[in-house]
């Protein structure tokens, strides 16, 4: 990338002067909606049971966090352009149904490619763990082998294998939020396609500055220090995402350039 990571850091910090209280508002906003979410669905795990509690969980999460995030990107991408903003921003894929339909297909779209990688990469810890399950054998009125003991720990194993694939195909669709927000005429389909080409020239060194941000990771395990953690993380990967998109861009047009073919005067 043509911007070092410090670079992107000290712009980040840049882009928010000034801006903090708003910053910190559209992060809360997210922040609690998750947490009353999750205590609905806590409610429903009492009545319903855990397996419905987690597919409210999952539903309300993309239902309304989902477009609630992409307005706190959007309000964070408009001040780091040097726009005004207000807080009602956070709001704007709430405001008509054309931009809540789009907000909610792209966390719809992600959701079953997250589904899709997760089903492939965990098979082979959920064959383990049925091999491994007592229940079964009790199913199936047969003794437990005595080698199935020691098949436990090749699942958390195959599980931990399973999420860092999983993570590591879901980071590919990284810059899909950022290019609906910059361009609204785009479509999620090329969203997520787009996304996919420029991160293979800019996914490392996203992944250094999560990597460059792990003090504030760790002290973000507190709820009131991420109060204040959130907005700078969220803005550093506004300026990362700007840096990946334009450099993207540039490297475009020098290959458009470069095929141009050439004209002597006079000739």
Not at 161 to 181: D, E, K, N, Q, T
Request: aromatic share 14%.
């Amino acid at each position: 990338m043509t911007t070092s990571i410090s670079g992107v850091k000290s712009q980040a910090k840049k882009s928010l002067g000034g801006n903090w209280l708003i910053a910190i508002f559209s992060a809360l906003t997210v922040l609690v909606s998750f947490l009353i979410i999750d205590n609905i669905a806590w409610v429903f795990s009492i009545v319903l049971g855990n397996v419905a509690a987690s597919f409210i969980l999952a539903l309300l999460t993309v239902l309304l966090c989902g477009p609630l995030a992409l307005g706190v990107l959007r309000l964070f991408w408009r001040m780091h352009s040097g726009l005004t903003e207000t807080p009602a921003t956070v709001f704007y894929y709430f405001s008509s149904i054309k931009c809540y339909h789009k907000a909610i297909k792209l966390c719809f779209m992600l959701s079953i490619r997250l589904l899709m990688f997760a089903v492939a990469f965990y098979i082979p810890a959920i064959i383990l763990y049925v091999i491994s399950s007592p229940e079964l054998y009790d199913f199936l009125k047969l003794p437990i082998p005595m080698w199935s003991q020691h098949l436990v720990h090749l699942v958390d194993f195959f599980s931990s294998i399973g999420a860092v694939l999983v993570i590591a195909s879901m980071l590919r669709f990284y810059l899909s939020p950022i290019l609906i927000i910059v361009d609204d005429e785009m479509d999620i389909d090329e969203a997520l396609h787009m996304s996919a080409v420029i991160s293979k020239a800019s996914l490392t060194d996203f992944i250094f500055l999560l990597f460059s941000l792990i003090f504030w990771l760790i002290l973000s395990f507190f709820f009131i220090p991420l109060i204040f953690t959130l907005p700078y993380f969220i803005m550093n990967y506004v300026v990362h995402s700007e840096v990946a998109i334009k450099d993207y861009n540039e490297k475009i047009q020098k290959l458009i350039d470069d095929n141009l073919p050439s004209f002597v005067a006079g000739v």
